[in-house]
């Protein structure tokens, strides 16, 4: 066994996994405990299945989980772990066309299909302790104005309270389709691992580009991306 | 995650190592790093850090400089420059958000061009210290240069972590602690010390780094590791940061780091002094210094640490040690000079894994 650690903010496998905070601990190319599960990712901090780390019970807890992945890995059997933790690397998740999903928005209105059809759609899964999200939520909204209805943006909360939910959205644009995501949907787009985590899809519904995390150049990326769908 | 709380730690590390100096030795102070000290008062003085959320550095950068003049004129010429360093370290840091523009703070594509320039600046400036030749200097001044040095690199790499993760202002902070740790390095670079004649052969402290990972990860069990969590993290933080030095050859950092972590580690057993083993200590303490002052070799790296024993057990200003302050020095003593020693021997072999093996990847902040 070889421990390696990797500095917050140079790690190629947070950034390959669209990691954005610390603690995170990989075995071999398997994420296997993300920031918010020792309780440490977001405003709020005592949540998640390592939390509160200052506990025996979540120390052993942790370490019995890891013995059992190091285990499983040097026996040859990565499909466990990665089935167990849902989180290979993005590549070999990433779905090559739009989900057909059953949405309900948050005023409990169904989404419709003809409300995506023919547009390039834009969905970000998001949370209410992600600070970056709300930057890119306020952006996507800007986006939205200046698009109109040649696009359709979907912003699909995670691990949030519906309250802070609703209070984000109503304090954002109303143009977006606003819902709160289930698990059925996570998973068919590949589970989600990081937030933000946007997915680009062509007018088509096949996916042009997935972005994980909130990368300085990102809105300078979609946009280039959304430029050239929109042609 | 959060800045504040990460700040509130470092200002009680800081604290940790408290308002100290004393015992006049009559030794002429350095007059390069006396003014530097004075320098960064004078800078502090002229231009006091006016953003709200860092109000309590000014008399925190004013309290390490007091404390590296005092160690200064009592001889306590390493613990000064420690003293140097913590002070620019959080005035850097500090500074950088008064200097910067609104746009840089709160702005990605702004922060984004300054993170650039400061890389470009940071890498040459990393660049030149891989050149430095210290061949005439203490091994003490070429472990602390080398020490601020080694971290200057992740600070500015979490710098931009954090400005993604959070928002810019929050990066900045740690983009300027990077540029205070590379200056304080380059600074230690010209100052002109002689060295004792015989000089020992720097290696590899990885074998010894290897087993103090090992004796940490063994005591790292509840209750201890619920208890003295902060220590803990501490701990394997500095040997974290022995070890990057190590892999880039940052020898004599590696070996300060290495006998800081052994510190840390004596700490986690450090039993309270009584009256009568406070006044043993201070009879080890003088035998400590006798021994190092007849010495004919570069025993600079070891005088480092006795002399943050010494002040810590005698303060400049006469008032009483806190109990910490007794257990480190007794440690300083009873582990860290051992350690010191046995490690001026020829390194024994690094463990191998054998067989089938597993990467354990954790991402971490660098330095807390």
């Not at chain 1, 390592?50 to 370490?63: D, G, M, N």
């Not at chain 1, 996570?186 to 691992?193: E, K, L, V, Y």
């Not at chain 2, 600074?187 to 002689?194: M, R």
């Not at chain 2, 002094?273 to 006044?279: G, K, P, V």
């Amino acid at each position: 066994m070889t421990f390696v650690t990797e500095n917050f903010g140079a790690s190629r496998l947070a950034e390959k996994f669209g990691v954005k905070g610390y603690p995170a601990v990989f075995v071999d190319d398997v994420l296997v405990a993300a920031p918010r599960e020792f309780g440490y990712f977001g405003e709020v901090e005592g949540t998640g299945r390592y939390a509160p780390w200052r506990s025996a019970a979540s120390q052993e807890k942790f370490k019995a989980d890891l013995i059992r992945m190091i285990d499983l890995i040097l026996a040859g059997k990565k499909d466990i772990v990665t089935r167990e933790h849902a989180t290979t690397t993005a590549a070999s998740q990433e779905i090559a066309a739009l989900p057909q999903v059953k949405l309900t928005d948050l005023s409990g209105k169904p989404l419709k299909p003809e409300e995506l059809s023919g547009r390039v759609v834009l969905v970000e899964f998001w949370a209410t302790w992600c600070p970056p999200c709300r930057a890119t939520l306020e952006w996507l909204g800007e986006l939205k104005r200046k698009h109109g209805d040649n696009i359709a943006i979907l912003a699909l909360a995670v691990e949030s309270p519906e309250d802070q939910i609703r209070s984000t959205a109503n304090s954002l644009s109303p143009s977006l389709h606003w819902a709160i995501t289930d698990a059925p949907t996570a998973h068919s787009f590949g589970d989600i691992t990081a937030v933000p985590t946007l997915f680009l899809f062509d007018r088509s519904g096949k996916t042009s580009r997935i972005f994980y995390g909130a990368p300085p150049d990102l809105h300078d990326q979609v946009e280039k991306s959304l430029d050239t769908l929109l042609k | 995650m959060r800045t504040a709380s990460r700040l509130c730690k470092f200002f009680l590390a800081l604290t940790i190592f408290g308002a100290l100096p004393a015992l006049i030795s009559g030794q002429v102070p350095n007059p390069q790093i006396k003014a530097e000290i004075e320098r960064l008062q004078h800078s502090l003085k002229e231009k006091p850090v006016s953003d709200a959320d860092f109000a309590s550095v000014n008399s925190m950068v004013d309290d390490a400089l007091k404390g590296a003049i005092e160690a200064l004129n009592s001889g306590k010429l390493y613990l000064g420059l420690e003293k140097l360093l913590q002070a620019e370290d959080l005035l850097q840091g500090a500074r950088i958000l008064e200097e910067k523009s609104e746009a840089v703070k709160s702005g990605f594509p702004a922060f984004e061009s300054e993170w650039e320039k400061a890389s470009k600046n940071l890498a040459a400036l990393d660049q030149e210290a891989r050149q430095r030749n210290w061949t005439r200097a203490p091994v003490a001044l070429q472990a602390l240069s080398e020490s601020a040095q080694g971290k200057s690199i992740p600070l500015l790499e979490g710098s931009r972590g954090f400005a993604t993760s959070t928002k810019p202002r929050d990066g900045l902070f740690y983009m300027g602690q990077a540029q205070g740790n590379a200056a304080f390095a380059k600074f230690t670079s010209t100052v002109s010390l002689t060295r004792s004649p015989a000089s020992f052969p720097l290696r590899s402290y990885l074998p010894e780094l290897q087993k103090l990972q090992e004796k940490t990860n063994a005591a790292f069990k509840p209750p201890r590791s619920i208890e003295l969590h902060s220590r803990f993290i501490a701990l394997n933080s500095t040997l974290k940061l022995a070890e990057e030095l190590d892999i880039q050859k940052f020898y004599a950092g590696a070996f300060y780091q290495y006998l800081e972590a052994s510190r840390h580690f004596g700490m986690l057993d450090a039993s309270p002094l009584d009256a009568t083993q406070q006044s043993a200590l201070k009879t080890d303490i003088a035998a400590a210094r006798k021994k190092l002052a007849a010495s004919r070799q570069d025993d600079s790296l070891a005088q480092l640490f006795l002399e943050r024993a010494e002040s810590q057990i005698a303060h400049a200003d006469g008032s009483a040690s806190a109990a910490d302050e007794w257990r480190s020095a007794r440690v300083i003593l009873d582990q860290v000079l051992p350690a010191y020693f046995a490690a001026l021997k020829p390194a024994s072999q690094i463990l191998q894994a054998s067989g089938k093996t597993v990467d354990i990847t954790l991402v971490r902040w660098p330095y807390t």
